[in-house]
């Protein structure tokens, strides 16, 4: 196999593979009824003018399966963090004791576990539509090298490992949204 078309599957496969890593990203923000910190891992806080990152401004841990908490390294930052987690939208009541903030993650409704599923499914099909993208454009690479001289069974040979590379992801993909529904019904 010629470096040139090595080349296109490598980027091919890489281009795959983060769709996959993006993914696992999104699935992780996703609650799946236990306390996590990478539930506010999307917060973003208004520090001194600039949106930040909570993670930049505070220390974020659970103390327990339900609880969550914000350690803010600034005392004067607690109003503002606990703003951003109201304003995130992600249904959670932070308390402030001044000291810090606790965020009591309620138990999850058979409706809202749904709704979570539809979701971890929907960032699913954003995984699968970036791998087949990364497909149609080794395809379309193959096929103008084709025309550049490539000899056609080398051609068929290499869309057929751009197919294999796909289904993997594919399944991939599919592994970890059954995995996160899993989690997401667990009570």
Avoid at 90 to 101: A, D, K, R, S, V
């Amino acid at each position: 196999m010629n470096e040139e078309l090595q080349f296109v599957l490598d980027s091919t496969k890489e281009a795959m593979q983060a769709a996959i890593e993006h993914l696992d990203k999104q699935l992780q923000k996703i609650r799946a009824g236990k306390a996590s910190p990478m539930m506010l891992s999307g917060v973003m806080v208004d520090y001194y003018g600039a949106k930040t990152p909570l993670a930049q401004v505070a220390n974020v841990n659970t103390l327990d399966g339900r609880t969550i908490t914000v350690q803010a390294w600034e005392k004067n930052m607690i109003g503002p963090i606990e703003k951003a987690i109201i304003d995130s939208n992600l249904g959670l009541n932070p308390q402030n004791n001044g000291e810090q903030i606790m965020i009591n993650v309620p138990m999850l409704t058979e409706e809202r576990r749904k709704d979570l599923c539809k979701q971890a499914r929907s960032e699913g099909e954003h995984a699968k539509v970036g791998i087949r993208n990364a497909r149609k454009d080794a395809n379309d690479e193959v096929k103008k090298m084709q025309k550049d001289g490539l000899s056609e069974d080398v051609a068929k040979g290499a869309e057929a490992d751009v197919q294999k590379l796909t289904d993997n992801h594919i399944a991939k993909v599919d592994a970890l949204i059954e995995a996160k529904e899993k989690d997401i019904m667990t009570v």
